[in-house]
């Protein structure tokens, strides 16, 4: 995935690319001797390599930034989720280096992770929504009654009623068995077999949706999922990267919704050792029945929520 830092960079060569472009381009169709496309290109080295010390300097904040956050982490999570049950869902295009970090991040918590569940780029296919809503029906628990909607809402129900359970119960068979019938399937991927039930989830996203005509669709499903993963167990946060807040985003799509972000909290800085810890903090707060919207893109309550 591409990470914060990757678009910084990126956007810099392109513009310089650009540059390059034009100044060779007049100097070449010009009546001139050559002389003033002499002279852009002396300028535009010098350009050059303003540019690079600022991107040189990003990083470097960035590095720190992130160093810092990484090194007091430990202390601002400690004891935040003592006890608790957390199930980690990774939506197609997770980073995986911020998934294993948000694990960490809730381990030092105190929190046990009861499992990682992948979810596969399948999930939001068109054919999907009939599998997804044949599963449904398979799996539902007895007595229950499901929304008479689309499969991919149906299904991501079941799913996450399955694995959550805002009681203390390890249920390890009956969440790993109905979890395992949607990975063989071919719809999400089991890191490791679920140890029990979770009360708690943390939802990790990944760049917005390609808009490829299938956008709407593909974004309705990835929202349903994480939407489900809030209202079956006792709270769940939903944090991906800057993109994420953005149009096509997942975050994007779950704030500009008034009822999702009246109750599921989300954090759009995930690549970062800081976004991971307002990540354990927001999900404390869901615990204890708050929610909040933190990062940096667009209009958050903050970089972290409240604490003392």
Known sequence: MMNFRYHVVSLVAVL???????????GLLSSG?????????????????????????????????????????????????????????????????AVSGTREALSSGGATVTGTIEVDDAWTDAASDAVLDSLAAQLVSSGATLPDTDGYERGAIVLASAVLDAAPTRNDEAATATATAFAESDLLTLAEPLRGTAELAVVVAGDPVADDGEAGRRLGALTALAAAFDTEGAGAVLAGP???????????????????????????????????????????????????????????????????
């Open 33 to 97: 001797t050559g002389t003033a496309a002499a002279v852009s290109v002396v300028d535009l080295q010098a350009e050059t390599a303003l540019l690079r010390e600022r991107v040189a300097s990003a990083e470097a904040t960035l590095t720190f930034s992130d160093s810092v956050g990484q090194a007091t982490q430990a202390d601002q999570v400690d004891a935040t989720l003592t006890d608790r049950r957390v199930v980690l869902v990774a939506l197609p295009g997770a980073d995986p280096a």
């Open 16 to 26: 310089f690319a650009l540059s390059v472009g034009l100044v060779l381009g007049a």
């Open 242 to 308: 800057p993109p994420s807040a953005t149009e096509g985003g997942v975050v994007q799509a779950v704030r500009a919704d008034a009822d999702l972000a009246a109750t599921l909290s989300t954090v759009d800085m995930v690549q970062l050792s800081s976004g991971r810890t307002s990540t354990v903090l927001a999900l404390a707060e869901q615990a204890a029945g708050g929610t909040g919207h933190y990062g940096a893109v667009g209009e958050v309550d903050g970089p972290l929520p409240a604490t003392g």
